[in-house]
């Protein structure tokens, strides 16, 4: 089946790192993506991993994914006040015309 | 700002109404999505179309129709909703269906009374 699984809530202190986990389902998905959602704004991409990579960096993000494991996860570095979001995981499943399979989102706020 | 502009963004209706919502991309893209986002749950993918043809229907209720008239342009009108229907709409395109980066819009704010 279908399926995208998340932590619904992360709180951290400002200035710590924080580490936003996913598990999915689709061993087959090409891509997997991390989303931001900010309030009352629609999704945006924030980075995408290719599945042949383990690794992928970005200025404060780091992407980790774990084939072996359907397991992806999503650092960032020096987190900010503006961080505070929604987090989407997303898997490109294998079976149709872009269908990016969701999961629910992880808030994430940050405390001084 | 990421191209994909929605229109209204707020909208509240009765369940006899009669109300569409509006989706433009100033992006050259060539595919186009309909998502609902309901409180607590993943997104859900409800219509794609690229190059203006459907290439697919999540198994939505025909009380959601969606129109492409072009490329830039899509429109989800909406008739006889329910309650349960209240949830943020989100549009979203990218270059061709199957490319792998989508612009998400700012989303529609549903509530049906």
């Known amino acids: 089946g279908e399926d995208v699984e998340q932590s619904l809530f992360l709180s951290v202190r400002e200035g710590d790192s924080s580490v936003i986990n996913c598990t999915y389902t689709d061993s087959s998905s090409t891509y997997l993506y991390w989303y931001k959602q900010e309030p009352g704004a629609g999704l945006q991409l924030l980075t995408y991993?290719?599945?042949?990579?383990d690794m992928k960096q970005d200025q404060r993000l780091t992407v980790l994914l774990n084939k072996k494991d359907k397991h992806l996860s999503l650092r960032i570095a020096d987190t900010q006040t503006g961080d505070s979001a929604i987090y989407f995981c997303?898997?490109?499943?294998?079976?149709?015309?872009?269908?990016?399979?969701f999961g629910a989102g992880t808030r994430l706020a940050v405390h001084p | 700002e990421t191209g994909v502009t929605q229109t209204p963004r707020h909208l509240v209706m009765g369940m006899t109404n009669k109300k569409s919502l509006k989706c433009e991309q100033h992006l050259g893209h060539n595919a186009m999505y309909w998502y609902k986002q309901s409180a607590k749950k993943p997104l859900e993918l409800m219509f794609v179309y690229n190059f203006k043809e459907q290439t697919e229907n999540n198994s939505v209720p025909s009380r959601f129709s969606p129109e492409c008239p072009n490329s830039s342009h899509l429109f989800l009108h909406l008739h006889t909703l329910q309650p349960e229907d209240s949830a943020l709409y989100l549009c979203?395109?990218?270059?061709?269906?199957?490319?792998?980066?989508?612009?998400f819009g700012s989303g529609t704010q549903l509530s049906v009374l």
């Open positions: 979203a395109s990218s270059q061709e269906a199957r490319n792998e980066k989508l612009f």
């Open positions: 997303a898997e490109r499943f294998s079976g149709g015309y872009n269908k990016l399979i």
């Open positions: 991993i290719f599945s042949n990579m």
